[in-house]
């Protein structure tokens, strides 16, 4: 199973933490790893999950328009309210048990510190925790969606 982690661009400020958007760099720092990574991912993803901040669903329209733009009206695009920097990977692990087996690839887009706990916990690597920069693509290989269950393919960043 491939899993691709994408953390969303840099981000201005807001009243709230979940209504910042990104900036003009966001974008376009966005914009240049996705067209860098059209060549290393092939196909469309089966399941699109998205954090519900605002930043990172302006991410996933970047995502979606450059990596999968056969896709731009899937319905497979799901809101995931366990992509919140407030939550464990084992939670994260309980909602995609319940996504259908023809749900991979699977792409996640979301924030630090989930993001980053994600790969530690998925590689078993605790150091991987801090190395999830914005704007970036990681592609996870995965036995099963378990701790220590994945091996990092690569990663792009800005």
Same mark, same amino acid.
């Given at each position: ?46 399941? +699109? %999950?998205?954090?519900?901040? @605002? ?5 996933? *329209?970047?995502?979606? !328009? &450059? ?46 510190? +989930? %993001?980053?706990?994600?790969? @530690? ?5 605790? *150091?991987?925790?801090? !190395? &999830? ?26």
């Amino acid at each position: 199973m491939r899993l691709y982690l994408v953390r969303h661009g840099e981000a201005g400020r807001a009243a709230e933490d979940s209504l910042r958007e990104l900036t003009a760099r966001g974008r376009a720092d966005t914009l240049a790893v996705c067209q860098r990574a059209n060549e290393l991912i092939a196909g469309a993803p089966a399941t +699109l %999950l998205v954090s519900p901040y @605002a930043r990172a669903l302006q991410t996933a *329209e970047i995502v979606q !328009s &450059v990596l999968f733009p056969q896709s731009v009206d899937c319905p497979l695009l799901t809101i995931a309210p366990c992509l919140t920097p407030d939550q464990y990977p084992e939670t994260v692990a309980t909602f995609v048990d319940t996504l259908p087996p023809a749900g991979w690839p699977l792409v996640m887009v979301g924030r630090q510190p +989930l %993001l980053g706990e994600m790969l @530690a916990w998925l590689t078993d690597r605790p *150091e991987s925790a801090h !190395s &999830v920069p914005t704007s970036s693509i990681s592609a996870i290989d995965l036995i099963a969606f378990a701790r220590g269950c994945g091996t990092l393919q690569w990663q792009l960043a800005p």
